[in-house]
């Protein structure tokens, strides 16, 4: 798989040459269907997509079957069509080295993502807590306005990744809990689980609409290995919008999605937008393998979101996505990015009557084994 890894320009540039050609010889020796051979032939595709397309179908679909392309690339017939490829396994001369102990690999791996759908993705968004409001308790949670843009941005970006969305709006703390007990009892087919999580939240978790509090085992619980087996050995990926404290990063002009706060506003170069705080738990996640999860700001500080235009985070994210996913980038290169420019935000607010100037900075938990790609369907 590093092969295909290491040398991508090389083989696009040397393969674009005659791609029906090689596309001719994947399917005839199973390392790709006649409908995937259909798809990636397109009319409509240039050489280099093609190749592009094809070289990344075949590492979607694991080690052994990138194992069996890079074997293909040896045969002579297609040496004869592709003389460069020669290059790719004439061996490098000798070094002689002092003896000293073996090293392992550190070759890292791909999670499979060739299945279509890629899975479920599931995005609770709760906006409205009027439910909780109208008990005049503490805290009052506000609307969040403009999180509807997040919803969007996200059922689009996933859909567009292959997954089926299912999208549920305001929801009491027990339905948020039975919503992901039944998708952790599911039996899964696909190659991987997404969750997107928009609401307040406090430190003990994340908010219902009554005001009920999600806790994270509530919320990673039911994916665990032995709790939901046909998840396991797969990516299960969480993304949450939401506080996770009342402290602000220095310096920003937005609206925080927290509680109990005054107006917020949010200063551009240019003009002034709604912003509002959100607040998020997520103190703890599982030990168990295979968990990515991001979260919109660090523990104890706010989660800004433009009124109008969506979180900082949650847009950032999807805009990410549709940047790197098609270029093979893997799940924490692309929050890396997500970071930087999330973090090169400002917003002015008004928290207690008093204007600061503050920032934001999203943070992840790991626990992946291999790198996680999504991958356009083709």
């Not at 948020?176 to 007990?181: A, G």
Request: aromatic share 8%; with cysteine.
């Amino acid at each position: 798989m590093e092969t295909l890894r290491g040398n991508k320009v090389f083989l696009i540039d040397t393969l674009s040459v005659d791609s029906e050609r090689l596309l001719q010889f994947a399917e005839q020796n199973g390392i790709i269907t006649g409908r995937e051979y259909n798809n990636l032939n397109h009319t409509s595709h240039t050489d280099e997509k093609k190749i592009t397309n094809l070289l990344d179908r075949v590492r979607g679909k694991g080690k052994e079957t990138s194992d069996k392309f890079v074997e293909l690339l040896k045969n002579e017939d297609l040496q004869e069509t592709f003389p460069n490829l020669k290059k790719l396994f004439t061996p490098a001369p000798l070094v002689t080295q002092q003896a000293g102990p073996a090293t392992p690999s550190n070759e890292i791996g791909e999670y499979t993502m060739s299945k279509i759908p890629r899975g479920d993705c599931v995005i609770i968004n709760n906006m409205d807590f009027e439910e909780n409001n109208k008990k005049n308790v503490k805290p009052q949670l506000q609307y969040r306005t403009g999180s509807d843009k997040d919803k969007e941005s996200l059922e689009e970006v996933f859909t567009w990744l292959g997954f089926t969305v299912e999208v549920h709006t305001n929801k009491t703390a027990k339905q948020m809990k039975d919503i992901l007990n039944k998708f952790g009892q599911k039996t899964h087919e696909g190659d991987c689980f997404v969750c997107c999580i928009l609401s307040h939240g406090c430190a003990e978790g994340v908010y219902g609409t009554d005001g009920g509090v999600v806790s994270s085992e509530d919320i990673f619980g039911p994916f665990r290995g032995l709790c939901c087996p046909s998840l396991a050995k797969k990516p299960k990926a969480f993304f949450i919008q939401a506080c996770r404290g009342k402290d602000y990063q220095l310096p920003v002009q937005v609206e925080a999605d927290s509680v109990e706060m005054d107006e917020i506003e949010d200063e551009d170069e240019e003009e002034f937008d709604e912003i509002e705080i959100d607040a998020d738990p997520m103190m703890t996640i599982p030990n168990d393998a295979d968990f990515f999860v991001a979260r919109s700001t660090v523990k104890g500080f706010f989660s800004f979101r433009n009124t109008m235009l969506g979180s900082w985070f949650i847009q950032s994210l999807c805009e990410q996505l549709k940047k790197f996913c098609p270029r093979g980038e893997d799940i924490q290169h692309i929050l890396t990015c997500v970071n930087k420019e999330v973090s090169g935000k400002a917003a002015r607010v008004i928290i207690k009557h008093k204007f600061v100037t503050a920032k934001q900075m999203p943070v992840q938990k790991v626990t992946l084994l291999k790198k996680l790609v999504f991958r356009e369907p083709i």
